[in-house]
């Protein structure tokens, strides 16, 4: 379960990286829903990277894997409802439309990651 949870943390903390540093070119590249807004990209940025970090803690940390893992499917899922209900502001509807259906795959990862580590204690 460790390779998955390390995996899953660093892609949140990349992209939580890419967007605080990078605020435009994540913006053109992942979050081109409409007028730009670097504050709000931020947030994001900082809200994956405590994601993200918590994820790797998790590795070794056993008994935050069940928390942290139901803290970041809860977060992902919201996040996949927004993009499922911002479909059509997208730049194109095939990044709207992409964008969804990873945020949907990695909500199921995390929430069968998540019941597994609860039945692992």
Same mark, same amino acid.
């Given at each position: 379960?460790?390779? @998955?949870? *390390?995996?899953?943390?660093?892609?949140? &903390?990349?992209?939580?990286?890419?967007?605080?540093?990078?605020?435009?070119?994540?913006?053109?590249?992942?979050?081109?829903?409409? @007028?730009?807004?670097?504050?709000?990209?931020?947030?994001?940025? *900082?809200?994956?990277?405590?994601?993200?970090? =918590?994820?790797?803690?998790?590795?070794?940390?056993?008994?935050?894997?069940? @928390?942290?893992?139901?803290?970041?499917?809860?977060?992902?899922?919201?996040?996949?409802?927004?993009?499922?209900?911002?479909? &059509?502001?997208?730049?194109?509807?095939?990044? =709207?439309?992409?964008?969804?259906?990873?945020?949907?795959?990695? &909500?199921?990862?995390? =929430?069968?990651?998540?019941? *597994?580590?609860?039945?692992?204690?």
């Amino acid at each position: 379960m460790r390779w @998955p949870i *390390a995996l899953l943390g660093g892609i949140f &903390t990349g992209l939580g990286i890419w967007a605080a540093v990078g605020s435009g070119s994540f913006s053109r590249t992942l979050a081109d829903f409409g @007028p730009r807004n670097d504050h709000l990209v931020h947030d994001f940025g *900082a809200a994956s990277i405590a994601i993200g970090a =918590g994820l790797l803690f998790a590795v070794r940390r056993t008994s935050w894997r069940t @928390p942290v893992l139901v803290v970041a499917t809860v977060w992902n899922g919201l996040h996949a409802v927004s993009h499922l209900v911002d479909l &059509t502001e997208a730049r194109s509807l095939a990044l =709207g439309v992409g964008e969804a259906v990873l945020l949907i795959a990695g &909500t199921v990862l995390l =929430g069968c990651l998540a019941a *597994a580590s609860r039945e692992d204690r």
